[in-house]
């Protein structure tokens, strides 16, 4: 039997359904994994996806090309080609499946799996409703577990992706020199990370108190590790990608990040995560799924649950209020100091 699982938003969002795809594979071999463009390229990091199709949700991105009946056939046709006997669609609770298995249907798939809260008529074989609040990676694995799908005997079900061993020559010099500390400023949500100011006060602070920091974002956010990095660290900003990202993630020591796709990077490749999170969505759902995982930041704060994605109180103070001592003694636990 041959399956394809789909997430069709960010990276981090797929890297999270890491452990409910090795579940599926476990019964149905290597799966087809159907992703956004924010998510594609973590879709082909995952261990058990043996292809990626990328495909532009309208109800899911912004930015997304207008849903027209040629853009919706140029998915149909490429699932009829692939000609799947089972489709689980993965999804964040304020999502509905039903548009994405409207179109599996359309395309022929027999059998259609999803977590819905909406009455999904004959769209779904499998209308499974999770438990609230629940990490979730477990609530990714709830779906397939009701499927009959489990992970293989041995299998932790921690996050995982594959790690390359070699990275380019510049990146391999720098991360083979001396130990080092992450710290990644970007969020794609702004609530969710510190202001530039307060970042580059914790980066000094970090290289003050004897730690070597590499500051890592994407091609993007090459702006903002610049002025995070300064004088003080290494700026790798627009200078990874998310395969050699892992990679030089797997070889730091800690890395420091707020709630976005690369803390579910970082907890992927077993790395320690010191996670500066925003409580504008619950850490119990969203917290890097690791064993060696830190939460600083106020998780009272007025935006607490709020989903904003600016900071609707002054001085960002669930984030920003996260003092030196603080941060360091959590890099502390994980880290030891280079001086």
Not at 3 to 12: C, E, I, M, T
Not at 48 to 60: G, L, R, S, T
Request: with cysteine; glycine share 8%; aromatic share 6%.
């Amino acid at each position: 039997m041959t399956a394809v699982v789909a997430r069709l938003d960010s990276a981090g969002d797929v890297l999270i359904t890491g452990p409910a795809v090795r579940a599926v594979a476990s019964r149905h071999g290597p799966v087809v994994f159907v992703a956004g463009p924010r998510g594609s390229e973590a879709a082909r990091l995952l261990p058990a996806v043996a292809d990626v199709i990328e495909w532009q949700a309208p109800w899911v991105d912004f930015d997304s090309p207008e849903l027209t009946s040629g853009h919706v056939e140029s998915l149909v046709k490429q699932l009829r080609d692939v000609g799947p006997d089972r489709m689980f669609i993965f999804t964040s609770f304020h999502q509905s499946p039903l548009p994405l298995a409207l179109i599996g249907r359309m395309a022929g798939v027999p059998w259609i799996g999803a977590i819905s809260e909406d009455y999904p008529g004959t769209l779904l074989d499998l209308r499974h409703h999770a438990e609230p609040g629940v990490p979730e990676p477990e609530r990714a694995l709830s779906l397939v577990n009701a499927a009959g799908c489990a992970l293989p005997s041995g299998d932790d079900g921690a996050l995982r992706v594959d790690v390359a061993s070699a990275l380019p020559p510049d990146l391999d010099e720098i991360t083979r020199v001396a130990p080092y500390v992450v710290f990644h400023p970007g969020a794609a949500v702004p609530a969710r990370r510190p202001t530039v100011g307060r970042s580059a006060a914790m980066v000094h602070a970090l290289t003050a108190a004897g730690y070597r920091v590499l500051v890592t974002g994407d091609h993007s956010e090459h702006a903002l590790t610049a002025r995070v990095a300064g004088d003080a660290a290494v700026d790798l900003g627009g200078r990874t990608s998310l395969a050699t990202l892992a990679t030089v993630y797997a070889r730091s020591r800690v890395v420091v990040v707020p709630n976005t796709g690369p803390a579910h990077l970082a907890a992927a490749v077993g790395t320690p995560v010191v996670s500066l999170f925003a409580p504008v969505v619950p850490a119990s759902q969203w917290l890097p799924y690791g064993r060696n995982v830190i939460r600083l930041g106020d998780q009272t704060a007025p935006c607490r649950l709020t989903r904003a994605r600016q900071c609707p109180v002054p001085g960002h103070p669930c984030l920003d209020g996260i003092t030196d001592a603080e941060m360091l003694a959590a890099v502390d636990q994980y880290g030891g100091r280079t001086t």
